[in-house]
């Protein structure tokens, strides 16, 4: 009987339970191996932390369940890990073979990380030490290259829809400008998706620099048509033309910086060029909460499922996709790059034809 691991790195993303539990069923059910789950991403595989025993029963009620039961460290990285020295001092360290050793003595004969492109690079640079691992992209700004989708972007578009389908009401009763600023990191999928299904008047994105003229003019031209009231979308990666992306906070270190705050500027930029009112909404990481839609469990399911398999033939270094309706599978080494919108893309051309801007 085989062993397998399962761990669940980067920010959460509904659907990553869902993993888990098609990935357990699968390997007991159709194989028979048994299964553990690491917790805390590549962290739980540092300083000898116990693993869970994942079975039938401990699994069956996770199918809607949002977030992780493994837990999830954004920050855990075996190739650069911070260790406090005697005087204070941190010093970021290679521990990775305490990872590889950590592997074997627990017998796992493959791993399935789940995770980002930060966690499938990790992941890969185990491969490439040796390690049985495959992957599985999951993020909720559906910015990784080599597949279509991943789960948690449409939880996260459907989420960021319902807020602009709340946010229409009061503008309408108020006469207002609602500014909705949404996640995405340096993309633009979920400002573009949830904008087009809750309709946004205007779409800001990273891979479109805006100019907030643009955005009064057409404010502008929809009152003088006799409607009162829009919506705006701001992924909180959008940048003017002659400006630069804008951090919460920048912190001492790269991975320390956060995006946001750019919806309060769009949002202050419109409050002065006409005399509506304005406010604005950051949805933060209500987007990354929650149960996952059916579409995002479906696909989490096929994802968990299909990595199992890919166990069972020692593909070492490959992961899942989805390409049109089918789970395929591709080099983790594809995954780690990002997937941008196209701004001559038939989304974007679409949302153009109806008079959405992008500034
Ligand atoms: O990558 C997912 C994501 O939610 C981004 O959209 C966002 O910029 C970032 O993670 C937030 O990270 P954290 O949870 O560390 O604040």
């Not at 919460?248 to 949002?267: A, H």
Request: hydrophobic share 40%; with cysteine; charged share 20%.
């Amino acid at each position: 009987m085989k062993k397998i691991g399962i761990l669940t790195g980067g920010g959460d993303a509904p659907g990553l339970n869902a993993v888990i539990r098609a990935a357990v069923l699968t390997a007991r059910q159709q194989y028979g191996w048994e299964v553990v789950g690491i917790r805390e991403g590549f962290d739980g595989l540092i300083g000898g932390k116990p693993t869970i025993e994942l079975t039938e029963s401990n699994v069956y009620d996770l199918l809607a369940r949002g977030g992780t039961i493994l837990g999830a460290a954004n920050r855990g990285n075996p190739f650069a890990r911070p260790i406090e020295q005697a005087d204070g001092k941190v010093v970021y360290t290679d521990v990775s073979h305490e990872a590889l050793d950590r592997m074997n003595d627990l017998g796992l004969d493959g791993l399935i990380v789940a995770g980002g492109d930060g966690t499938l690079s990790i992941g890969q640079r185990l491969v490439d030490l040796g390690a049985p691992i495959v992957g599985v992209p999951k993020t909720i700004d559906n910015d990784v290259a080599a597949t279509d989708f991943t789960f948690g972007f449409n939880t996260a578009i459907t989420t960021a829809t319902e807020a602009l389908e709340k946010l229409q009401t009061t503008a309408e009763s108020h006469h207002r400008v609602m500014v909705l600023e949404v996640m995405g990191r340096d993309s633009g999928w979920i400002a573009l998706f949830a904008g087009i299904a809750g309709g946004a008047d205007a779409i800001l994105i990273p891979e479109i620099p805006f100019s907030v003229h643009v955005i009064c003019d057409k404010i502008a031209q929809i009152r003088a048509n006799g409607r009162q009231h829009s919506l705006v979308v701001v992924a909180e990666g959008a940048k003017p033309v002659d400006g630069k992306q804008l951090y919460y906070n920048m912190g001492s270190r790269e991975m320390d910086k956060r995006l946001g705050g750019i919806g309060y500027i769009v949002g202050n930029h419109l409050a002065e060029c006409h005399d509506a009112e304005v406010r604005v909404t950051v949805l933060g990481h209500v987007q990354r909460g929650g149960q996952p839609t059916p579409r995002d469990r479906l696909l989490a399911t096929g994802f968990g499922a299909s990595a199992v398999h890919l166990i069972h033939e020692e593909k070492w270094g490959d992961m899942v996709a989805l390409k049109g309706t089918e789970i395929t599978t591709v080099s983790i080494k594809d995954a780690i790059a990002m997937k941008f919108v196209n701004p001559d893309s038939y989304w974007v051309t679409i949302a153009r034809d109806l008079g959405i801007v992008f500034g």
